[in-house]
């Protein structure tokens, strides 16, 4: 059974920091990508980041040189680092991770990030 467990949401002020980590299990083979969407309160989900098996990445324009997906070598942990925070960057942060062929989808339950401006 997959499960994704998210940490590292909190408060920053704008400007700061926050490393968000996704601690994945039950992956044993299959893995297509992993990445991390947003929903803010009133907004539907969005890709904030995503890295595909082969280690492409790809971002939301809104993020793009403040925050940095990265994972390590065997999968096991997703971190999104995401730096010069602004208040719009508040929402509920969810790691995703695709799988298989057709592809399945597994969501983690969100982790909270609140920017205070």
């Known amino acids: 059974q997959v499960q994704l467990v998210e940490s590292g949401g909190g408060l920053v002020q704008a400007g700061g920091s926050l490393r968000l980590s996704c601690v994945a299990s039950?992956?044993?083979?299959?893995?297509?990508?992993m990445g991390w969407y947003r929903q803010a309160p009133g907004k539907q989900r969005e890709l904030v980041a995503r890295?595909?098996?082969?280690?492409?990445?790809n971002y939301a324009d809104s993020v793009k040189g403040r925050f940095t997906i990265s994972r390590d070598a065997a999968w096991n942990t997703v971190y999104l680092q995401m730096d010069s925070l602004k208040a719009e960057d508040t929402a509920v942060y969810y790691c995703?991770?695709?799988?298989?062929?057709?592809?399945?989808?597994?969501w983690g339950q969100g982790t909270q990030v609140t920017v205070s401006s």
């Open positions: 890295v595909t098996g082969s280690g492409d990445t």
């Open positions: 995703n991770a695709q799988i298989g062929l057709p592809s399945n989808t597994y």
């Open positions: 039950g992956i044993d083979f299959g893995l297509n990508a």
